[in-house]
């Protein structure tokens, strides 16, 4: 109960495997006894089928079993031929939706967001990733999207296994040319010496990371002092995003690296906040990736294309500052014009206020959505 209290009463959202295979069962029949929505999720194939909507041509590293192909928009590729191994043996992945004011027990959610449980026993072992490695060089990516890692966190593998699942991850990125990007989405993680290995793989070949506001101070204070943030705030400052993200760009590109680290999204319930290196040969101005992706995600959350004003709310404040340095620029958000970009050193910050919704129909997947918008509209 201590970890529902955590997320649930700090309305943060949260993922984590269950240990107990009789806790699992019981929760899965509980579950599935209410008659939930099922859907095909996952983060990749979430990113993957928005890439595809908006035009892009995507292959996802998944095995190609007749299972997932069925489920699959056909637009998206998967590696190799299609093999008939038709089962009922898939993973189920729990999502517990809430809205702010909500009550669970003694627990009231301070925020609209989701705690999902699962017992996944194959996204672990990263079979998708040995399926793709081969398909990947005739594929020729202009762009490599690393997403679900989180399931790595707290799966029960033995030290071989887990250096083994590592070394895979770094034998992939790699083998890819110089030339393609690499995107890292971070999750929650909540085991700091799993974190520190993994980004210790990812971060040296990434051009670009992606983050919400209980992740920028987790990979921050990782970086920094080797310790995460298990709860942080979530209404978090501009003037402390911009700060943190300023910081985790200086240390990250001091670190050695095999490419500069270009971009940063860092997503909110408030806004879309896009760092862009200016003088860069990958990334157009982060100001529409900002918008696109600012109304993603009242769409996605709202569950409506079109945005009805006696849904949503902005909450982000009339004016921000850009530092919490005292004396720093505050810039004001104004109605025909509301979102801002400025030079900062040598990256452009791009930040556009989120028509928050007031009537939640959905939180999981609005990352992977906004991710995928993002990053197709910031490519050259």
């Known amino acids: 109960s201590s970890g529902i209290n955590a997320e649930y009463g700090e309305g943060a959202a949260a993922e984590r495997f269950v240990r107990s295979e009789e806790l699992w069962l019981k929760i899965r029949e509980a579950a599935l006894s209410l008659g939930p929505e099922l859907k095909l999720g996952g983060n990749g194939p979430v990113i993957a089928k928005r890439m595809v909507e908006e035009g892009a041509e995507v292959l996802l590293a998944i095995q190609n079993e007749k299972l997932y192909r069925d489920r699959i928009m056909k637009e998206i590729k998967l590696p190799g031929e ?74 029960p593998f033995t030290e071989e296994e887990l250096d083994a699942r590592l070394k895979e991850i770094d034998v992939f990125l790699s083998e890819l040319p110089s030339k393609t990007l690499v995107h890292f989405e971070m999750a929650s993680f909540v085991n700091p010496n799993f974190l520190k290995r993994l980004t210790d793989v990812i971060l040296p070949y990434s051009d670009s990371i992606g983050m919400n506001e209980q992740e920028l101070p987790n990979l921050s204070s990782l970086i920094r002092t080797g310790n995460i943030v298990y709860i942080s705030d979530s209404k978090i400052k501009v003037s402390k995003t911009m700060d943190d993200t300023r910081e985790l760009l200086a240390i990250l590109n001091d670190l050695p690296r095999h490419k500069p680290l ?5 997503h909110t319930l408030a806004y879309q906040a896009v760092f862009t290196l200016r003088e860069n040969e990958q990334w157009m101005s982060g100001i529409t990736t900002a918008v696109k992706s600012s109304l993603t995600a009242t769409r996605y ?16 404040d009339e004016s921000f500052s850009s530092s919490a340095i005292p004396g720093s620029q505050r810039i004001p958000i104004i109605d025909s014009t509301p979102v801002s970009c400025w030079p900062d050193g040598p990256y452009e910050i791009c930040l556009a206020p989120v028509l928050v919704c007031t009537q939640i129909k959905q939180t999981g997947g609005g990352g992977d959505n906004l991710t995928g918008v993002g990053l197709l509209y910031h490519l050259k």
């Open 301 to 316: 959350v709202c569950g409506d294309e079109s945005i009805d004003s006696t849904k949503i709310k902005m909450i982000l």
């Open 82 to 155: 299609t093999v008939d191994t038709e089962s009922e043996d898939y993973d189920l992945h729990i999502i517990l939706e809430f809205d702010k004011g909500e009550k669970w027990g003694p627990y009231t959610a301070t925020r609209g967001n989701r705690y999902i449980v699962h017992r996944d026993r194959h996204n672990p072992q990263l079979k998708g990733l040995a399926a793709v490695r081969s398909a990947v060089k005739e594929f020729d990516p202009h762009l490599v999207v690393l997403g679900g890692l989180q399931m790595l966190d707290t799966y």
């Open 262 to 266: 270009t971009r940063v999204h860092v």
